[in-house]
Each structure stands twice: as structure tokens, then as C-alpha cells.
């Protein structure tokens, strides 16, 4: 599109974009009124106040040249001179070499000389540069070059720039008072986006709203949503405890029922099918708990991972722990421990059903802690990718269902910790091993 520079270049924050709608009409304003105040009193007044002084020049001039050599036009000329301030003297031309001079800054003295060179095409220079006060004039008469002096007020305004100053200076101190009040405005705002951030990553800051109407609104929705997912989250998990704390005691029941029976195929078949059952509760109890079973402490997420690794070794898999290149160990990161250790046991474990070999790798980056654990299984397609991470799911052409049993929660709880660190779950393919790559990315 035509305008999107435009769009690109604008400011992303909202203290960035309320600053830009703040100066840009005090700028506009202040150079409308800049050019409007130089084009009437720089141009304009400056003409007319020369114009004044041009006929006085021309009838000292005319003084002077009407006599019959330098001495008598200056004598003949010295009352007329006086009276008016102007100074006359002649001097040689090497002294005055042609040619206009005044400061960069000086507006009105463009004005000054182009009236002056327009009306008295006589002059040969212009000086506004050696003497502040004064204007100098070099004239070609008939008797030589004559050296005029007089002071600038009376071609200019002694002081023409006080109102720019002051424009500027009060722009500037309003800008300020301005920026001041800004600030004090976004703080709420500010404050509610840390708590909102916060909550995203698992942890319930204290949060009180305050500032405008509208941000004390949102605050107050803030909280509500905040109350309402909490309490969510406390329901779900006493209902799914509630269930299985009540279906535990029927298998209890089943489980001294079978122990007392003959040990035949059928029995045994039996003792498994409630073993399977007494694990899928297991499974449902955590999937419940989620991430909120233990709070943020200082965690070692590189001892974290290795002791994840050595336990999991000892529990007969094949797992081979790396740490990414950058990584030390001894960076503390606020996680949930047992949250991680319960994702990337489910993770580690998956691994060992569906491969031979499992690699699980530790990253810590300033933004983020990132835990990857690859196989050497068949991996999971990318189209169905997605669905893996639901509940429940069973990918049965994906995945080889002989290597163990499985409610489909794994994955599904290892969503549901990252999702409470502020992070996610990503599946992808390992380079290395060509199985399925699960990387538990968390937000710091």
C-alpha cells in the first residue's frame, strides 16, 4: 500500500502514541504561528521601517552630491546627518570590497538589504555583521565611496526573536507538564498489563485498580476474569478428585475381591483391566491438578532436567541429557518444580513407549527456559499435530499402541503446565533422531 511507511513508522506503544498525538499539534501550532509571525513582522514591518530610512538616505545622498567636492557634501550634509543619527564619511574602496554580509540567523536583515539594494541601486555593500547595533552602508557617489552608519532599530525590531524564544520556551515547558501528566496516566495501565502478563504465566500478583473510568473498568473486569478462572480451575479439580476418591473404593473393593479368588487367566486379565483403571484415575487426578498444585520457587531448570533424566534412567529408559550450547548451570528461574517434573516425566516417558532411544535437552535464554525431548519413534504427522495435544486423544496410526496403554493425557498435561508458565507445547520432528520432538517452551 501507498501509506504503509506511514503505519510502519508510528510509534507501537501507547505512551509512544499519546506522545506523538500530544506534539505533533503543539509543533503545527508553533510553526504556523512561527511563519505568520516572519512573514508580517519580519517582512512586512521590516519593509516599511526601511522604506522610512531610505528617504532619509536619499536626501543626505542628495546633499552630499550636490556640492562640489567630498569635504563641502560632508559639511553641507552634517546638520541633516546628525539629526537623523546617521554617520558619514568616505573611505577608500579596498576598505568596503563589494558584497552583502549579515548573520545566518538574522531573518530580518533579508528584508533590510533587499529593500535597500531595490531603492538605492547606488550602494555597493551592505554590512550587518560588524556592528550588531549598526547598519553600513557603502555608496558610490561622484566624489567617492561614501561609508553610511545608523542604528538598526530604526530599519528593524531591536529584539524581533523574543517571541519565537518565548513561543518555544512555553511549548517546551508545556510539553513537559504535559509528558508529566501522560505518564501518570498509563501508570494504571501499565500496571494492569504486568498483572494481566502475570496471571498468563501462573502467578496471581496483587493487583488494585485505579487511574481513569475506563482503566478502572477494565481493571475491574481484569479481576472478575482472573476470580472466575480460578474458581474454574478449584471446581474442576475438587469434581475430578471427588470422582476419584469414589471410584477408588469400588476398585478397592474389586482389587481384595480378586486377591481372594483363584489366580486363573481370566482372574488375572481382570487384575489388570483395575490396575489400567486405578492409572487412568492416576492420570485424570493430575490432568486436574495442572499446574496449580505448587507454587513459583527458585528453580535450577539445567538440575531440574538432569535429575528428570538420571530417574528416568533408573526407571529402565534410554535417555540421553544435553544442555544447549550457552547454558550453565546455577541460573535460578521462577517454574513450579514438581508442575515441570510431572511434564517432562509424561514426555520422557511417551518417548521410551513409542522409541528405543529418548534425548532430553535444557536451554535457559533470557526469555525464555526451553526443555526438548526427542525419540527415535515414528513421530506424529504434522496434520495431526494439533490434535495430539487435546485430551483423550488417541493417534492410533500415528503411534504405536502395542508398546503400552494410555488415556491420552500425556501430552494434554504437559499443554496445561506450559500453558500455566505463560508458555506452550510445540511438536515437531527431531533432526537427529527421527521421531517426534516435543519442546516445552516457558516464559520467564
Given at each position: 500500500m501507498t501509506f504503509d511507511w506511514i503505519k510502519n513508522s508510528m510509534p507501537r506503544s501507547l505512551y509512544g502514541r499519546a506522545a506523538l498525538i500530544l506534539i505533533l499539534p503543539i509543533v503545527v501550532l508553533l510553526l504556523v504561528v512561527s511563519i505568520v509571525f516572519i512573514q508580517r513582522h519580519f517582512d512586512e514591518v521590516t519593509r516599511q521601517m526601511t522604506d522610512g530610512v531610505v528617504l532619509e538616505?536619499?536626501?543626505?545622498?542628495?546633499?552630499?552630491?550636490?556640492?562640489?567636492?567630498?569635504?563641502?557634501?560632508?559639511?553641507?550634509a552634517a546638520e541633516t546627518a546628525g539629526a537623523l543619527a546617521i554617520r558619514l564619511a568616505f573611505t577608500d574602496s579596498a576598505a568596503m570590497p563589494p558584497g552583502n554580509r549579515r548573520y545566518f540567523y538574522d531573518l530580518s536583515g533579508l528584508s533590510v538589504i533587499d529593500t535597500l539594494r531595490a531603492e538605492i541601486p547606488a550602494i555597493r555593500r551592505i554590512d550587518l555583521a560588524e556592528n550588531d547595533d549598526l547598519v553600513i552602508l557603502g555608496v558610490e557617489t561622484r566624489h567617492g565611496l561614501l561609508r553610511i552608519a545608523?542604528?538598526?532599530d530604526r530599519v528593524s525590531a531591536s529584539n524581533p526573536h523574543?517571541?519565537?524564544?518565548?513561543?518555544?520556551?512555553?511549548?517546551?515547558?508545556?510539553?513537559?507538564?504535559?509528558?508529566?501528566?501522560?505518564?501518570n496516566?498509563?501508570?494504571?495501565?501499565?500496571?494492569?498489563?504486568?498483572a494481566a502478563e502475570a496471571f498468563g504465566k501462573g502467578r496471581s500478583v496483587p493487583y488494585k485498580p485505579s487511574g481513569a473510568v475506563e482503566v478502572r473498568s477494565a481493571g475491574n473486569a481484569f479481576l472478575d476474569m482472573r476470580a472466575r478462572l480460578e474458581r474454574q480451575i478449584e471446581q474442576r479439580t475438587l469434581m475430578l478428585s471427588g470422582?476419584?476418591?469414589?471410584?477408588?473404593?469400588p476398585l478397592t473393593r474389586m482389587k481384595l475381591g480378586l486377591s481372594f479368588l483363584e489366580q486363573t487367566p481370566d482372574v488375572e486379565a481382570l487384575s489388570r483391566d483395575v490396575q489400567d483403571m486405578?492409572?487412568?484415575?492416576?492420570?485424570?487426578?493430575?490432568?486436574?491438578?495442572?499446574?496449580?498444585?505448587?507454587?513459583?520457587?527458585?528453580?535450577?531448570?539445567?538440575?531440574?532436567?538432569?535429575?528428570?533424566a538420571e530417574d528416568a534412567r533408573?526407571?529402565?529408559l534410554d535417555v540421553e541429557f544435553r544442555r544447549a550450547p550457552g547454558t550453565e548451570d546455577?541460573?535460578?528461574?521462577?517454574?513450579?518444580?514438581?508442575?515441570?517434573?510431572?511434564?517432562?516425566?509424561?514426555?520422557?516417558?511417551?518417548?521410551?513407549?513409542?522409541?528405543?532411544?529418548?534425548?532430553?535437552?535444557?536451554?535457559?535464554?533470557?526469555?525464555?527456559?526451553?526443555?526438548?525431548?526427542?525419540?527415535?519413534?515414528?513421530?506424529?504427522?504434522?496434520e495431526s499435530r494439533e490434535a495430539a495435544l487435546r485430551p483423550f486423544a488417541r493417534l492410533e496410526a500415528a503411534r504405536n499402541q502395542n508398546r503400552g496403554t494410555g488415556v491420552g493425557l500425556g501430552l494434554a498435561i504437559a499443554t496445561d503446565i506450559a500453558r500455566g508458565h505463560g508458555g506452550q507445547l510445540r511438536l515437531g520432528e527431531s533432526a537427529d533422531l527421527g521421531g517426534l520432538k516435543a519442546e516445552l517452551v516457558l516464559a520467564r
Amino acid at each position: 500500500m501507498t501509506f504503509d511507511w506511514i503505519k510502519n513508522s508510528m510509534p507501537r506503544s501507547l505512551y509512544g502514541r499519546a506522545a506523538l498525538i500530544l506534539i505533533l499539534p503543539i509543533v503545527v501550532l508553533l510553526l504556523v504561528v512561527s511563519i505568520v509571525f516572519i512573514q508580517r513582522h519580519f517582512d512586512e514591518v521590516t519593509r516599511q521601517m526601511t522604506d522610512g530610512v531610505v528617504l532619509e538616505l536619499e536626501l543626505v545622498l542628495d546633499q552630499v552630491t550636490r556640492e562640489p567636492d567630498a569635504a563641502a557634501g560632508l559639511a553641507a550634509a552634517a546638520e541633516t546627518a546628525g539629526a537623523l543619527a546617521i554617520r558619514l564619511a568616505f573611505t577608500d574602496s579596498a576598505a568596503m570590497p563589494p558584497g552583502n554580509r549579515r548573520y545566518f540567523y538574522d531573518l530580518s536583515g533579508l528584508s533590510v538589504i533587499d529593500t535597500l539594494r531595490a531603492e538605492i541601486p547606488a550602494i555597493r555593500r551592505i554590512d550587518l555583521a560588524e556592528n550588531d547595533d549598526l547598519v553600513i552602508l557603502g555608496v558610490e557617489t561622484r566624489h567617492g565611496l561614501l561609508r553610511i552608519a545608523f542604528p538598526r532599530d530604526r530599519v528593524s525590531a531591536s529584539n524581533p526573536h523574543q517571541l519565537l524564544v518565548l513561543m518555544v520556551f512555553t511549548g517546551l515547558l508545556m510539553t513537559l507538564i504535559a509528558f508529566l501528566f501522560l505518564r501518570n496516566q498509563l501508570r494504571p495501565i501499565r500496571r494492569l498489563a504486568r498483572a494481566a502478563e502475570a496471571f498468563g504465566k501462573g502467578r496471581s500478583v496483587p493487583y488494585k485498580p485505579s487511574g481513569a473510568v475506563e482503566v478502572r473498568s477494565a481493571g475491574n473486569a481484569f479481576l472478575d476474569m482472573r476470580a472466575r478462572l480460578e474458581r474454574q480451575i478449584e471446581q474442576r479439580t475438587l469434581m475430578l478428585s471427588g470422582v476419584s476418591h469414589d471410584l477408588r473404593t469400588p476398585l478397592t473393593r474389586m482389587k481384595l475381591g480378586l486377591s481372594f479368588l483363584e489366580q486363573t487367566p481370566d482372574v488375572e486379565a481382570l487384575s489388570r483391566d483395575v490396575q489400567d483403571m486405578e492409572k487412568m484415575l492416576d492420570e485424570f487426578l493430575v490432568f486436574a491438578r495442572g499446574a496449580s498444585e505448587d507454587a513459583l520457587e527458585p528453580t535450577d531448570p539445567v538440575r531440574l532436567a538432569k535429575t528428570a533424566a538420571e530417574d528416568a534412567r533408573r526407571a529402565g529408559l534410554d535417555v540421553e541429557f544435553r544442555r544447549a550450547p550457552g547454558t550453565e548451570d546455577g541460573e535460578i528461574v521462577p517454574l513450579r518444580p514438581m508442575a515441570i517434573r510431572r511434564a517432562l516425566d509424561n514426555l520422557m516417558s511417551n518417548a521410551g513407549r513409542y522409541g528405543a532411544t529418548c534425548r532430553l535437552t535444557v536451554a535457559v535464554t533470557p526469555s525464555a527456559v526451553r526443555f526438548s525431548v526427542e525419540d527415535d519413534g515414528p513421530g506424529i504427522p504434522p496434520e495431526s499435530r494439533e490434535a495430539a495435544l487435546r485430551p483423550f486423544a488417541r493417534l492410533e496410526a500415528a503411534r504405536n499402541q502395542n508398546r503400552g496403554t494410555g488415556v491420552g493425557l500425556g501430552l494434554a498435561i504437559a499443554t496445561d503446565i506450559a500453558r500455566g508458565h505463560g508458555g506452550q507445547l510445540r511438536l515437531g520432528e527431531s533432526a537427529d533422531l527421527g521421531g517426534l520432538k516435543a519442546e516445552l517452551v516457558l516464559a520467564r
